[in-house]
């Protein structure tokens, strides 16, 4: 039986369209794909990802991106590519967002930390991430089957799959992305070279950012920051800043508690929505049958990789830095509940909170006696580490699932990404503080004028900034995250009864006055604290170039026809806008890249 099924399979998924194609399921197959996924794709989304957060404070998840490229490789197997494309955006994805956590150890780096040898780093982030991978997996049978959560992006990666085996559409994309790419390399060259484009402080990545997430959230964001802006005289009449120091010192406490305060209204919204779909999950639609072929899923075997990762994170966190076992013990409790909400989160709404569950962690510690910034920073980053690799993990699998891709074959696919990308996360940290000094430099502690322009590192401020808190606690600190808690709180409960009133909804989607109203209250009246908080994470000029790529985004997008009747319209994900957008942060990222690697040369 079981061999008559294989031959079967194989029969109807052969459908080379160049023979010289390795066949699909051979060893030759996947070492192509791993190859492409880990050698190619991941390190050029890894270096984008750290660059981002680097310079300014957040980062794109690589799925789409590799997705399309990967589908380059794969187009060449015809419909039954799609699975192919799948594993390569799995595994380049998770050597991406490994790579992104290079910021921590920036962090360390700003809080004066000994650095531990490499390899003591490699290997905690290494077991962290298997953990988290493992976890993710665990709970994907809620969340993505049982639930089927949307997982927009995850959908948005099934659907370009799909699509992509049509050549003129592939070509096309692919078009716009390595478009985008050469304008950001020559931008990231000019914005250095010419002293002109350097005074108005270009940010070719952060223009394409803004190209991602569009004029609802740029432009709050600028508003946001002016708003910070304009208040610093205040917060220095008050005590809360000193003369000199750049607003996002304190400002940064109150976005903090304006994204705390919005989570908690949105967490209690999935989680009430979350209980419903599991009552109503026995009539959802049927999705496509995984994959006959390859090995299949063994959940003892999964809990036994789970617990044998669960110890080695606790072993590696004592033994390395001298982590208490019970704080050690209380990020892994933790682990098992930001994996499960943020996983929820993501479902619906496409956010991954990883930074506040972060912050949030560190809070609990705070509030348990943790007095030691270093401590907390270690422990902090079991959860915050986790709460990426589980994400990806969930969302990735959402991609696999509506495609019908084997499941255990996925999941080997993203464990190697994770290999590799905690190797790579640690030397991209280093070769970026090599190639920048200016990176080194604790940013918490510096005058406005000292701050670096082009590198923002929103992330690593907010995590040393909250750190920072452990040993030096002022009360108007706490007073200040209380407040914009508050702020947030307020402003998305206000967001959420105006959007779920019937008669708001209707009148938006009459027309153009309905749009226009909808546009405003989002980008001006009462943005979402998400958008707004930005501008007190960042300097000014980074918000302008966000709005900047978002009004220009959402100006292209609305002035684009609508597709002709019984013509499918295309995810947002694949638009020219979004492409570009992927494309600029992409090539901005290797322009700093390589001016960095030939100022290192120069030196030698």
């Not at 009459?510 to 009246?525: E, Y």
Request: hydrophobic share 55%; net charge positive.
């Amino acid at each position: 039986m079981h061999s008559s099924a294989l031959d079967q399979s194989n029969t109807s998924t052969d459908a080379r369209r160049w023979a010289w194609l390795p066949p699909v399921g051979s060893v030759g197959y996947y070492a192509l794909l791993a190859a492409i996924g880990m050698l190619v794709l991941g390190p050029l989304g890894g270096i984008t990802a750290a660059f981002m957060n680097f310079s300014i404070g957040f980062f794109v998840g690589g799925q789409v991106l590799a997705g399309i490229l990967g589908s380059v490789v794969t187009f060449g197997y015809g419909s039954e590519g799609k699975h192919g494309a799948n594993y390569i955006q799995t595994t380049a994805a998770s050597v991406a967002g490994m790579m992104a956590m290079s910021t921590l150890i920036q962090a360390m780096t700003w809080m004066g930390m000994p650095q531990p040898p490499a390899w003591q780093l490699v290997i905690y982030m290494l077991c962290i991430g298997m953990m988290a991978a493992g976890i993710g997996l665990l709970y994907t049978p809620i969340l993505v089957e049982r639930m089927q959560l949307q997982f927009p992006s995850g959908l948005a990666v099934a659907n370009i799959l799909r699509a992509l085996t049509d050549p003129v559409l592939l070509r096309q994309s692919v078009s716009r992305l390595f478009g985008g790419m050469a304008v950001g390399v020559a931008g990231g060259f000019a914005s250095v070279k010419i002293v002109a484009l350097g005074a108005i402080e270009l940010s070719t990545s952060t223009f394409g950012a803004g190209l991602i997430v569009g004029a609802r959230v740029g432009i709050p964001a600028l508003l946001g920051g002016l708003v910070f802006w304009a208040l610093a005289p205040y917060f220095i009449s008050i005590g809360w800043l000193n003369v000199g120091e750049p607003f996002r010192k304190i400002a940064f406490l109150i976005a903090l508690g304006m994204v705390l305060g919005a989570a908690i209204i949105d967490m209690s919204l999935i989680l009430w929505r979350a209980v419903a779909r599991l009552r109503d999950s026995g009539a959802r639609t049927v999705v496509p049958e995984e994959q006959r072929t390859g090995p299949r899923a063994s959940l003892p075997r999964l809990l036994t990789w789970v617990a044998a990762w669960t110890l080695a994170t606790v072993v590696a966190g004592v033994q390395f830095f001298n982590e208490p076992v019970q704080y050690m013990l209380i990020a892994v409790a933790l682990v098992y509940v930001f994996a499960i909400v943020n996983g929820i989160s993501l479902g619906l709404t496409d956010q991954n909170p990883i930074s506040s569950a972060f912050v949030v962690t560190v809070l609990i510690l705070a509030a348990l006696g943790l007095r030691d910034p270093v401590l907390g920073l270690m422990v902090a980053s079991v959860v915050f580490i986790s709460s990426s690799v589980a994400g990806d993990m969930q969302q990735d699998r959402s991609t696999g699932w509506r495609l019908g891709t084997n499941r255990t074959i996925q999941f080997r696919f993203q464990v190697a990404g994770i290999l590799l990308g905690a190797v790579l996360a640690v030397a991209i940290a280093h070769l970026f503080m090599a190639a920048y000094p200016v990176l080194k430099l604790d940013q918490t502690v510096m005058s406005a004028e000292q701050v670096p322009v082009q590198w923002t590192s929103a992330m690593t401020y907010k995590f040393v900034g909250v750190l920072s808190t452990l040993t030096e606690p002022k009360p108007f600190q706490i007073t200040a995250i209380w407040i914009g808690m508050g702020i947030g709180l307020l402003t998305e409960l206000l967001r959420k009864l105006i959007k779920s009133n019937a008669e708001y909804r209707r009148f938006v989607a009459r027309g153009k006055l309905g749009f226009s109203l909808d546009f405003c209250v989002d980008a001006l009246i009462l943005p979402s604290p998400y958008a707004s908080s930005f501008g007190g994470f960042v300097n000014l000029p980074t918000s302008a170039w966000l709005a900047a790529g978002g009004v220009v985004s959402s100006l292209i997008n609305s002035l684009k026809t609508r597709p002709k009747a019984g013509e499918q319209a295309l995810p947002e994900d694949m638009s020219s806008t979004s492409l570009v957008g992927g494309g600029l942060i992409a090539g901005d990222a290797l322009a700093a890249l390589g001016l960095g690697l030939a100022g290192l040369m120069a030196l030698v």
